[in-house]
């Protein structure tokens, strides 16, 4: 019988930081996602940073050339700006609930992927048109993911102090802060 024992652990990996709700390194990217308003997955901190939208774009674009490798797609590549952290202008309540519509079925489709394979030996194949691993691919989105979902609370954050999304903003001290409030 052929082992299928990494593959099991990568699979759960994946799923729990996607979407655990006891993942070890905290809020997994489902629970950080949660809130977020197309108001503010639109918005950028600064002129020269990523916006939510365009990180969970990011996220998404990930997974589809995983599934797209293992599929046997060798010319799949994400390498222009476009492909990889879209074109995003405006963000209102239907592009915002399609790209977290389609991140939840780019997570579908990985784990489907991966549940095709019998044995862990794919793991050591070289991914087609790169040079390392699908095991290395694999441990690297579920890295991206948790280094993003780091990024996207910290934005989240922010965007709250700035008092995005809400009317006013109240901070520990009771200082108010809102629409008119510039903290740069």
Known sequence: MVQNDELIRIIDLLNTTYEGEEAWHGPSLVEVLRGVSPEMAGRRLTPNTHSIAELV?????????????MQGDGEFDIKTPEKNFGSLQVIDDFEWEALQMELSLSQEELVNELDKRDDDEFLEDIVPGRDYTYYDLLHGIINHDTYHAGQISLIKKALKFKGVDERHTQDEFGMQYGDDFDDY
């Open 57 to 69: 774009f990011h996220i998404t674009s990930w997974r589809i050339f995983g599934v797209k490798k």
